[in-house]
């Protein structure tokens, strides 16, 4: 069983920056792939940017060149920088952690872009 916990979510004005992190409760980067995806009132879930066991990554279209996921296996930390954040980005943030038939979920963090 793996736990993960988001933190970092909040209120931040149109064209400001946030941090997300996820600690996860075991060793699940170098054999899970991990990630984050975001659910809109109203919208499906989507996958905003995932990183695998070695290393590469993939985002979302709209997010590209603004967001950067990167993780820390001695934390045991998954982390989302996102810039130049716009209202679209409004949702509630989740972290994911996937492997075969496995997937474990946070609870969810919300990130609200408005001023």
């Known amino acids: 069983q793996v736990q993960l916990v988001e933190f970092g979510g909040g209120l931040v004005q149109p064209g400001g920056s946030l941090r997300l992190s996820c600690a996860a409760s075991g060793s699940v980067f170098s054999t899970y792939v991990t990630g984050w995806y975001r659910q809109a009132p109203g919208k499906q879930r989507e996958l905003v940017a995932r990183?695998?066991?070695?290393?590469?990554?993939n985002y979302l279209d709209s997010v590209k060149c603004r967001f950067i996921i990167s993780r820390d296996n001695v934390k045991n930390t998954l982390y989302l920088q996102m810039n130049s954040l716009n209202p679209e980005d409004t949702a509630v943030y989740y972290c994911?952690?996937?492997?075969?038939?496995?997937?474990?979920w946070g609870q969810g963090t919300q990130v609200t872009v408005s001023s």
């Open positions: 990183i695998f066991g070695g290393g590469s990554t």
């Open positions: 994911n952690a996937a492997k075969g038939s496995l997937s474990y």
